[in-house]
C-alpha cells in the first residue's frame, strides 16, 4: 500500500540539536517542508557518510523552506553521545528526532520488529502534513543529499505549479511538461 498522501500521526519526541534537548511534535511540522530521514543507529558504519552528507547540503533545504529531521530508535542521549565522539556527526545543525518508542518509526512504515531498527527511509511531507515522496533504501546502500534536494525543489514546484510536471532530471528553471487535460487522470 502506498504512503502518497498519507498524514503523519500525531507525535511527540525527544531531539538532540545544537547542544540541547527538546521536543518536536507534529504541530511544529505544519506550514512547511519536512523530510524525515531515516536511518538504522547511531554508532554505525553507512549512516554517517549519509547524515554527513545531508549535514553539508543542510542549508539549501532551510532556504528552500525545509527542516531535516534525522531519526533514529536511539535515544535522544545517544544522539549526544554519538554527536560528541563523531567528527561527521559534530557537523549535523538539523534535528536528530529520537524514537526509542518506534512510534514515528511504525507510522512511517520502516520499522523492522525483529531488529528495532528503522530501515534507511526517506520520506518528504508538505506543509499539510502528508507524505508526498518517499523512497525506502536496502540497510547497506547509502542515500544522496543532492537528489533529495532536487526531489524537494520538484515537489515544490508542482505543489505551486499544478498544472505542470517535472520530467526526469529536471532542475529549477528547465523545461516542465504541461499534460493535456485528457491524461492528468492517467499521471
Not at 533514529?72 to 542521549?77: E, K, L, P, V
Not at 511504525?106 to 508538505?126: H, L, P, Q, S, W
Request: proline residues 4%; glycine residues 6%; negative net charge.
Amino acid at each position: 500500500m502506498s504512503l502518497i498522501n498519507k498524514e503523519v500521526s500525531d507525535f511527540e519526541v525527544y531531539s538532540f540539536q545544537n547542544g540541547a534537548f527538546e521536543k518536536v511534535s507534529r504541530k511544529q511540522i505544519l506550514g512547511k517542508w519536512s523530510v524525515f530521514f531515516f536511518y538504522p543507529a547511531d554508532f554505525t558504519f553507512v549512516c554517517p557518510t549519509e547524515l554527513e552528507d545531508l549535514a553539508n547540503k543542510y542549508e539549501d533545504f532551510k532556504k528552500a523552506g525545509c527542516e531535516v529531521y534525522g531519526v533514529s530508535c536511539d535515544t535522544h542521549f545517544v544522539h549526544k553521545a554519538w554527536h560528541d565522539a563523531s567528527e561527521r556527526i559534530k557537523k549535523i545543525q538539523y534535528p536528530m528526532l529520537a524514537d526509542p518508542t518506534h512510534a514515528l518509526a511504525r507510522d512511517f512504515e520502516v520499522y523492522i520488529e525483529t531488529d528495532g531498527v528503522a530501515e534507511r527511509g526517506t520520506f518528504v511531507v508538505n506543509p499539510e502534513g502528508r507524505i508526498v515522496a518517499y523512497e525506502v533504501n536496502a540497510g547497506n546502500v547509502g542515500r544522496n543529499a543532492e537528489e533529495l534536494f532536487r526531489k524537494l525543489q520538484a515537489l515544490q514546484f508542482v505543489a505551486e505549479h499544478g498544472d505542470e510536471v517535472c520530467p526526469a532530471k529536471w532542475q529549477p528553471g528547465a523545461e516542465t511538461l504541461k499534460p493535456s487535460l485528457d491524461l492528468v487522470g492517467m499521471l
